[in-house]
């Protein structure tokens, strides 16, 4: 039973790039920027999306539409490049915002592994998207986000309210534990137990037995607790027997 729960937990968990963090990022979802971070060197990113050209003409994502956060070069006169990540795959807060990370890149022939992408998003209630402070991965030289990490900053206005400060990952995971994972079990238990196991009364409640016992194992282990937290205190938390 609590696998069930776990996995639909996990699905529902699934982070939106529109509201990563918490932030309203849906209008960053069309939307390409091009950023010259060293003479002739760009990154090409969008950030909930799909950059609107190529990546380059030698690597997995030569046609637009493919890579979400790109580097660019020139090489032999031909503008060429990686893909450090097709998709976003989550965020994490940070001081001033969130770093959003984005997978699938292009892989790294030697030694070998794949690239990955890291932007840190960062409030700045001037500007709506400023670039800055790229940082090439280094496979001999690893930072504390792996050996091919490739790091970007962003200032934008868009994550100067709302988003973690006021509702939280633990907010959002009891939101989504009460308003769509338990209904499910609690509907899809009782519909089972009446239609394919023909039962009735409170035998229709799924896992009866369990949640019957619930509050004399939550007692039960209170009552440990105390004892165990009395006993490194000196005092016994038993009765003696005379």
Do not use: H
């Amino acid at each position: 039973m609590w696998s069930v729960l776990f996995a639909l937990a996990y699905l529902a968990l699934g982070e939106d790039c529109d509201s990563a963090g918490g932030y309203d990022l849906a209008g960053f979802r069309d939307n390409t920027y091009k950023y010259e971070w060293s003479t002739g060197a760009y990154v090409v990113i969008s950030l909930c999306g799909t950059i609107n050209t190529s990546c380059g003409i030698s690597g997995g994502c030569t046609a637009p539409d493919c890579c979400a956060f790109c580097q660019l070069w020139t090489s032999d006169g031909q503008t060429d490049g990686a893909c450090l990540g097709k998709n976003f795959a989550g965020s994490v807060p940070i001081s001033g915002g969130i770093q959003m990370k984005y997978t699938g890149g292009d892989p790294v022939a030697s030694p070998p592994g794949p690239r990955e992408g890291f932007v840190d998003v960062i409030c700045d209630s001037s500007t709506l998207f400023s670039p800055s402070g790229f940082v090439q991965a280094q496979p001999n030289n690893p930072g504390p986000d792996g050996a091919y990490a490739y790091n970007l900053t962003v200032k934008t206005s868009a994550v100067c309210s709302g988003g973690a400060g006021g509702l939280g990952g633990g907010g959002v995971f009891l939101i989504i534990l009460f308003c769509v994972v338990l209904p499910v079990y609690l509907i899809g238990g009782v519909c089972w137990n009446k239609f394919k196991e023909q039962k009735e009364g409170v035998e229709l409640i799924p896992n009866y037995e369990f949640w019957a016992a619930s509050p004399g194992y939550f007692l039960a282990g209170c009552t440990f607790t105390k004892d165990k937290i009395l006993g490194l205190c000196g005092r016994s938390g038993y009765d003696t027997v005379a």
